[in-house]
Every structure is written in C-alpha cells, then in structure tokens.
C-alpha cells in the first residue's frame, strides 16, 4: 500500500469484500465500506476480525458499531442467474464493484479482498490475499456483507422450507444436500454447481 496515502490520517479508504461465494444457494453479497485512515485503530478496540472468526450474535453487534463509524457504506449483490451466467469469480467481482461504484463517499483508495483487482474501476485499488484477516477495514465489509446476507437467506427459508437454510444459510451441509437430491434444487439455487446439477 501506498506509504503516502498511509501517513495522512484523513485518506479515506475503502474495504471491500463479499460473502457467499461457496454457497448454493442465494446471491453473493458484497460490502464497500469507508473510514479515514485514522478509524484503524478504533476498529481493531471495538473487536473487528474476519467475520468467521466471530458469533453470530458478535456481527450483528460490531455492523451496528461499524455503520456508526463509517463515513459511507453500501451493501450490493450478485444474482444467481448472474452467477450461473458469468460464474462465481466474476459475479462476486460484479457484486464488489457495484457495492463500490454506490457509495456515496468515494474513497482515495480500495483495500479488496482476495488476489483480484475489480475490473474497470476507476479508483485505485489494492488487492490482499486473506484481506479479512490482515485488514480491519476489509473484516468490516465482510461483516456487512454477512450480516446482511444471513438476514436475508433467513427471509427466504421460509419460502423454501425444505432445504433448512436458516441453520445453514444456503451453504452444502449433509442436510441441505440429501434436500436437493430428494426436493432438486430451487430457483434460488446455483444451477452452475455441480451439487444442484444432479
């Protein structure tokens, strides 16, 4: 990262990431989310990791805190006909990139998780390998996106009742397969994976 950017405490930086990439079933989700280089330290005392690494109950706490210390935010998705049109890589790469492109702050600079640049954006960006776990501001963005995610796969349990999505939030436990073999999948299923395929 640029050491210039680093040393002014006002730069506004962006962290980017998505969740949901190995689900099957729903969209992948993307967060954008902007502080001043000088909110670092807030962020690490409040507690924010990678959103793995954190309870349920513990993301849904730290979104709250970090919706408070954001200079802007915006949360944006790809669909699941997107994903099975351009496949997951680059849906979770469109889903980034509008997630950006909506803030209403742009930042000086994007911190992006994972070894990809978002194509054809205009802002300058840094692509980080294990993002969410060396940057707080990229652990941010996944929190948005997974609180956000989960609500919504929650939601839609209730529409399909059969595949226990809100205990496995459209991720391929034994239960949510033996459902796609014995049900098949739903239109809100990855059709471009091979587990909803058969």
């Not at 939601?155 to 595949?163: M, V």
Request: aromatic share 6%.
């Amino acid at each position: 990262m640029s050491q210039d950017l680093l040393l002014n405490a006002k730069t506004l930086i962006a962290g980017v990431d998505e969740v949901g990439r190995g689900s099957l079933f729903g969209p992948v989700v993307a967060a954008a989310v902007v502080f001043p280089v000088s909110a670092m330290s807030q962020l690490q005392e409040i507690g924010v990791k990678d959103s793995k690494q954190l309870s349920a109950k513990r993301r849904e706490i730290l979104a709250k805190e970090i919706k408070n210390l954001a200079i802007s935010y915006h949360i944006s998705y790809a669909s699941v006909l997107e994903i099975d049109r351009l496949n997951i890589l680059n849906a979770s790469l469109l889903a980034m990139k509008r997630a950006v492109i909506k803030l209403s702050v742009m930042p000086q600079l994007c911190l992006v998780d994972g070894k990809q640049k978002i194509p054809d954006l205009i802002i300058p960006q840094e692509a980080i390998i294990g993002g969410d776990r060396q940057s707080p501001m990229i652990a941010a963005a996944s929190i948005l996106a997974k609180v956000w995610r989960d609500e919504l796969i929650v939601r839609l349990s209730s529409k399909y009742p059969d595949y226990d999505l809100a205990q496995n939030k459209g991720y391929g436990t034994q239960k949510h397969r033996l459902a796609l073999q014995k049900f098949g999948p739903s239109s809100q299923h990855r059709l471009s994976f091979s587990p909803c395929r058969q």
